[in-house]
């Protein structure tokens, strides 16, 4: 499960929304054929990238969009062949390590996209970053993810457990790693913060179950009679 459902879909937009700064500078026909692929023409995409590439092989922006073509295209291994490149032009960019990051993600390579995570927040952690703030709890959540695929249940809440009164969007996730670490009485003040900042039926599911693990049956109860 990932839990940053808002983010966009395709990699261009995962990075345009966490740190927008890094595609600031694009080529505006590359943002173009961004929205061509969101409106499902990957070829148009595929065609903009093209162009962009000719003009230079390394530019990171055409090799992030050729990933996201290639991708709507099933050709997943070509497109992390692509992010790699896209990384190795811009080495210092946590934006396009974490869009490799979440490729490998995608690939079921857990332990290779825990590197890229931790090289991208020890990037954000020397202040550099104008989207720190936006982009650190990204980095988190996908890290734990990545923790949790590899059954590393404790080191993903260790990530965590420092970061959760800074970053509220990571409430739910800190909940779920509790109760899957058998803590319920510790999940339930982060199921109940998520469930008020972020009201829905899948909030109200997780305190639900919070609330029954802990062992309170009649908050337990009550839940189920306004659901």
Known sequence: MLYRTHLSSTLWGLIQQA???????????????HQMLCDGSPEAALAAAATGLRQNAQDPAALLLSADAFTAYGRRIEALDLLERAV???????GFQLAL???????GRAEEAQLWLQRA???????DVPSAARLKPVLLERLAQALLASNQLEEAWSQLQSEVSEYPELDELGADLLLKLNRPLEALPLAQAHAQRAPSAKADELLSLCHFRAGDQTSYAEMLRQA
Do not use: F, K, N
């Open 101 to 107: 990051a979440q490729q490998l993600l995608t690939l």
């Open 121 to 127: 927040l020890a990037l954000v952690a020397e202040g």
């Open 19 to 33: 740190t927008p700064e890094t595609l600031q500078s694009a080529d505006p026909a590359l943002a173009a054929g």
């Open 88 to 94: 190795a032009a811009q080495p210092q960019s946590p």
